[in-house]
Nanobody
């Protein structure tokens, strides 16, 4: 089994920054592709950003392009999401996700990911 643990959420004002972290533990024998999704109340889960297993490819949701950056950590199967210029509409629970398949392309759909964290709340006040 694989467990994902997110950290770094909180309450910030519009225009400020936050960095989310996610670390995988358990049966992590290979290098996972990892990503971030978010879900606001009453809304569907939305793709935010993802990186493939090698770290060579990344992709972003349209609403966060140019403001958010995903990166792999030096520790195996860790990933960060640097969120700059936050807006009230970024308020949501942010989920880390991972899958073990080695593909060149970046997975962006929730169904592409096998493992999920419990989520961390990000609240941006205006």
């Amino acid at each position: 089994q694989v467990q994902l643990a997110e950290s770094g959420g909180g309450l910030v004002q519009a225009g400020e920054s936050l960095r989310l972290s996610c670390a995988a533990s358990g049966s992590t024998f290979g290098t996972f592709a990892m990503g971030w999704f978010r879900q606001a109340p009453g809304m569907e889960r939305e793709f935010v950003a993802a990186v493939n297993w090698s770290g060579e490819s990344t992709d972003y949701g349209d609403s966060v392009k140019g403001r958010f950056t995903i990166s792999r950590g030096s520790a195996k199967n860790t990933v960060y999401l640097q969120m700059n210029t936050l807006k009230p509409e970024d308020t949501a629970v942010y989920y880390c996700a991972a899958h073990p398949r080695r593909a060149l392309n970046v997975a962006t759909r929730p169904k592409d990911f096998d493992y999920w964290g419990q989520g961390t709340q990000v609240t941006v006040s205006s």
